[in-house]
């Protein structure tokens, strides 16, 4: 569980300043007293996902773990807008909290590093519609569980295939595809907009992803 370019360089700032030792150590601590990194990272885990938090804190960046809603014994990792998507990774049924920090880790240096996954791209020309779209995945005849990042017509969405019964008959396999519209933040107003790379409110192309 450790953070790698960008994001590591900026926690290191961040972990020698004023306000963070204040805030790991208290008012009653002199600013000047710190560990270091190398004692920071000989900590168990679940010890430095709190100060992680707190770094986080300072980018207005939040993400936190909680017991999932929809799997019982299972953990979600849960995020702000701010916070890029892991794939395929299923972020809301992992199985242990453990399992969970070193996702969110990974989802932090995707956010902090400007990665971006994979996102396949489906002309409209060529894709006449959002059906034609779901047709092509399943004919890549893939597992369940797989998902995927694509853009149509000006949207950015999410896909991921799933088992359902009713589907059987028409020799599909028993397999559906569920799509989700990815919302992006405009980097001037701050709202969300499902159209990709606009904001109408801003009428302007400037958005983070």
Same mark, same amino acid.
């Given at each position: 569980?450790?953070?790698?370019?960008?994001?590591?360089?900026?926690?290191?700032?961040? @972990?020698?300043?004023?306000?963070?030792?204040?805030?790991?150590?208290?008012? /009653?601590?002199?600013?000047?007293?710190?560990?270091?990194?190398?004692?920071?990272?000989?900590?168990?885990?679940?010890?430095?996902?709190?100060?992680?938090?707190?770094?986080?804190?300072?980018?207005?960046?939040?993400?936190?773990?909680?017991?999932?809603?929809?799997?019982? &014994?299972?953990?979600?990792?849960?995020?702000?807008?701010?916070?890029?998507?892991?794939?395929?990774?299923?972020?809301?049924?992992?199985?242990?909290?453990?399992?969970?920090?070193?996702?969110? =880790?990974?989802? =932090?240096?995707?956010?902090?590093?400007?990665?971006?996954?994979?996102?396949?791209?489906?002309?409209?020309?060529?894709?006449?519609? =959002?059906?034609?779209?779901?047709?092509? =995945?399943?004919?890549?005849?893939?597992?369940? &569980?797989?998902?995927?990042?694509?853009?149509?017509?000006?949207?950015?969405?999410?896909?991921?295939?799933?088992?359902? $019964?009713?589907?059987?008959?028409?020799?599909?396999? &028993?397999?559906?595809?569920? @799509?989700?519209?990815?919302?992006?933040? /405009?980097?001037?107003? $701050?709202?969300?907009?499902?159209?990709?790379?606009?904001?109408?409110? /801003?009428?302007?192309?400037?958005?983070?992803?």
């Amino acid at each position: 569980m450790r953070l790698t370019g960008k994001a590591k360089e900026n926690f290191e700032r961040w @972990f020698y300043s004023e306000s963070a030792i204040v805030q790991m150590y208290g008012d /009653c601590i002199s600013t000047s007293f710190n560990r270091g990194i190398d004692w920071f990272e000989a900590l168990p885990e679940s010890m430095q996902w709190g100060v992680y938090q707190d770094f986080l804190d300072a980018f207005s960046i939040h993400m936190w773990i909680e017991p999932s809603q929809y799997f019982t &014994g299972s953990y979600a990792v849960l995020y702000g807008s701010k916070v890029k998507r892991i794939l395929p990774a299923d972020m809301d049924n992992l199985t242990t909290r453990d399992e969970a920090r070193k996702l969110a =880790i990974e989802a =932090i240096n995707l956010t902090l590093n400007g990665e971006l996954p994979t996102v396949t791209q489906y002309p409209k020309e060529q894709y006449s519609s =959002i059906d034609h779209i779901y047709d092509t =995945i399943l004919d890549k005849d893939v597992d369940f &569980g797989h998902e995927e990042e694509f853009t149509y017509d000006g949207k950015h969405y999410h896909a991921k295939v799933q088992h359902d $019964g009713t589907y059987m008959e028409y020799g599909i396999k &028993g397999r559906e595809v569920i @799509f989700n519209v990815i919302l992006h933040e /405009c980097g001037t107003c $701050g709202d969300d907009t499902t159209k990709l790379g606009f904001c109408p409110k /801003c009428d302007t192309d400037a958005y983070s992803y």
